[in-house]
């Protein structure tokens, strides 16, 4: 599921892509860190509804 919701961006909109990809690039460690950890949360949050 993960890999599907991954390559629609790239598929509908590859050039949105490629700038979004150049934009995160340019992030600072502490900001890759914060998404990364967001990410995790909401990964969490959706589990625990998924399994309730």
Do not use: H, N
Not at 19 to 45: C, N, P, W, Y
């Amino acid at each position: 599921m993960m890999l599907i919701l991954e390559g629609l961006l790239p598929l509908i909109a590859p050039q949105m892509w490629r700038e979004t990809m150049s934009r995160i690039l340019a992030f600072k460690d502490g900001q890759m860190r914060f998404i990364g950890l967001a990410s995790v949360i909401g990964g969490l949050v959706l589990l625990a509804m998924a399994t309730r």
